[in-house]
């Protein structure tokens, strides 16, 4: 008897998510806009603490596991801002991905001036608990990187964290780019994909639509991005097998799915709006958009 299609665990999602970076120029692509357009974006975010009579930054990282992107960012804040003290706050519902970052930090002797408070929630536990609390605190930089996803109200998400935002303060929110092949398998192939993928199927114009309702100045920033998918059509192949797990949020999409769902996927995703051959491997497109929201 063939498994029941059921979605992926916190740790499956872990491991199926490594497949996909591994396989990508996803971090190649924010590595780009990092080293081309954020040291322009954080140059007018410094404020001063009084009480220290220092410079002081205040961060938030919502979302999937970048912890080394994360990271990047701070120290381009700090070679912006040389001698600012960052305060640097991580809201992360895996408990794998918040131990990884830790890991991280605890290599990295260059953050000395830098401190880490991790809360394992959701955006919305998070949000639930600061109104709990009854204090806003503000942040000069907030960034959403690939979560909005996995929120269950959107604009009331992003006008929480905008609230957020000290005076001059950014909001960077990164999300997939209408041009990606994800928008496309979206909109043209969505009965390709099983019904064990609960996330929104949202890209760059569905957030920037909000943000015009809210009435939010913000610039995008589109970059290309390429995910290797040929091992997603070998028989057998375990690398495949993982990276169509996490485009499916399916746990062995490919042997449990029905195989007629199985062949529709795999000829969706070889539609030329979806991917590219190049040099005999197929490359699909994961192009993705920087939104930069002003506070």
């Given at each position: ?189 969505r009965d390709c994909l099983p019904a064990t993928d ?98």
């Open positions: 008897m063939i498994p029941a299609m059921r979605s992926l665990t916190a740790e499956e999602y872990v491991e199926a998510f490594k497949a996909f970076l591994e396989h990508s120029t996803e971090h190649q692509c924010m590595d780009e806009f990092n080293r081309e357009q954020m040291p322009t974006i954080v140059a007018g975010i410094t404020r001063l603490c009084h009480m220290s009579h220092k410079a002081e930054h205040a961060s938030l990282l919502l979302g999937d596991f970048l912890a080394g992107v994360d990271l990047k960012m701070i120290r381009i804040l700090q070679a912006v801002h040389p001698g600012v003290f960052i305060d640097n706050e991580i809201v992360e519902p895996n408990p794998q991905h918040v131990a990884a970052y830790k890991e991280l930090v605890n290599r990295a002797p260059d953050l000395q001036n830098v401190s880490f408070i991790w809360h394992q929630l959701t955006s919305l536990e998070y949000e639930q608990q600061v109104k709990e609390r009854g204090t806003h605190k503000k942040f000069d930089f907030i960034h959403m990187i690939q979560m909005l996803y996995r929120v269950e109200d959107i604009r009331s998400t992003i006008k929480f964290f905008h609230s957020c935002l000290d005076h001059h303060g950014k909001l960077l929110i990164i999300i997939l780019s209408d041009s990606s092949g994800w928008a496309s398998l979206w909109k043209k192939h609960s996330g929104h199927y949202i890209t760059c114009s569905g957030i920037t639509e909000v943000l015009q309702s809210l009435g939010l100045q913000h610039r995008v920033y589109e970059l290309p991005s390429g995910w290797d998918i040929t091992e997603c059509f070998s028989e057998g192949d375990a690398v495949g097998g993982r990276m169509m797990d996490f485009l499916t949020g399916t746990k062995n999409f490919l042997g449990t799915a029905p195989p007629a769902l199985r062949r529709r996927l795999q000829a969706a995703l070889r539609q030329p709006e979806c991917s590219s051959t190049r040099d005999g491997r197929v490359i699909f497109s994961n192009n993705l958009s920087m939104i930069v929201v002003e506070s």
